[in-house]
Antibody, heavy 117, light 110 residues
C-alpha cells in the first residue's frame, strides 16, 4: 500500500525549534516529489513547498521561503519540515503530500503543531 | 502568488447537481491545464478528486467531473449525496513545480 506516515503531534513554546517528519512507503520514494501543506485552525489549505528526494531539488512558496526548511533523507524514505524559531502563528495541521500528475495523490494523516507559551 | 478564488459556500438538495468555480487569471488558471480538486471531510486529510482539469483518479465516483473555460475551472457534482457534504479546494500547478490552492468551498447538502 502506498502511504505517507507523519510524526506525531507536537506542543512547543514560541522561539523553540522543531522538525517533523513524513515517511513514504509502498512506492519508489526517490521518483516522486513530496510537498508540505499547512492548514491553520478553521482555515484553508496553503502550499508551503516541495522537494524531489532523488536529488533534493526544493521549491518554496514565496509565503514560506525563509520561514521553514524542507529536507529529505532518501536512505530512510523520509522528508522533513523544520522551523528554527516557532511563533504562535505556526499553530496548524501540517500535511505531507505526494506529487503525481501535477496533483497531490497521496496525503499523510497530518501533524498537529501547537505553539503556545 | 495569490490564492485562487472560490465561492465560500455552495448548497444543493440530494439528487441535484452543483458546480464550484475556481477563478484565477490568464497567468495562472488560464495558462495551465493542471488544475486539481480535493475533498476534505471534517477532521480528515484531503482526498484527490480530479487532476489535470478533468481526469478522475481510480476509485473516484463518476458523479464528480471537472472542466475549464478561460480563467475559471469548475468542479461539478451530479446526483448530490449526503456524503458529498465537505470542503472542496482547487489547486493549480504552475511553472517550476510550484502550486497554489484555492480559498475553499463548503458544500452543504440540504
Amino acid at each position: 500500500e502506498v502511504q505517507l506516515v507523519q510524526s506525531g503531534a507536537e506542543v512547543k513554546k514560541p522561539g523553540e525549534s522543531l522538525k517533523i517528519s513524513c515517511k513514504g512507503s509502498g512506492y519508489s520514494f526517490t521518483s516522486y516529489w513530496i510537498g508540505w501543506v499547512r492548514q491553520m485552525p478553521g482555515k484553508g489549505l496553503e502550499w508551503m513547498g516541495i522537494i524531489y528526494p532523488g536529488d533534493s531539488d526544493t521549491r518554496y512558496s514565496p509565503s514560506f521561503q525563509g520561514q521553514v526548511t524542507i529536507s529529505a533523507d532518501k536512505s530512510i524514505s523520509t522528508t522533513y519540515l523544520q522551523w528554527g524559531s516557532l511563533k504562535a502563528s505556526d499553530t496548524a495541521i501540517y500535511y505531507c503530500v505526494r506529487g503525481a500528475s501535477r496533483a497531490f495523490d497521496i496525503w499523510g494523516q497530518g501533524t498537529m503543531v501547537t505553539v503556545s507559551s | 502568488q495569490s490564492a485562487l478564488t472560490q465561492p465560500a459556500s455552495v448548497s444543493g438538495s440530494p439528487g441535484q447537481s452543483i458546480t464550484i468555480s475556481c477563478t484565477g487569471t490568464s497567468s495562472d488558471v488560464g495558462g495551465y491545464n493542471y488544475v486539481s480538486w480535493y475533498q476534505q471531510h471534517p477532521g480528515k486529510a484531503p482526498k484527490l478528486m480530479i487532476y489535470d482539469v478533468s481526469n478522475r483518479p481510480s476509485g473516484v465516483s463518476n458523479r464528480f467531473s471537472g472542466s475549464k473555460s478561460g480563467n475559471t475551472a469548475s468542479l461539478t457534482i451530479s446526483g448530490l449525496q449526503a456524503e458529498d457534504e465537505a470542503d472542496y479546494y482547487c489547486s493549480l500547478y504552475t511553472s517550476s513545480s510550484t502550486y497554489v490552492f484555492g480559498t475553499g468551498t463548503k458544500v452543504t447538502v440540504l
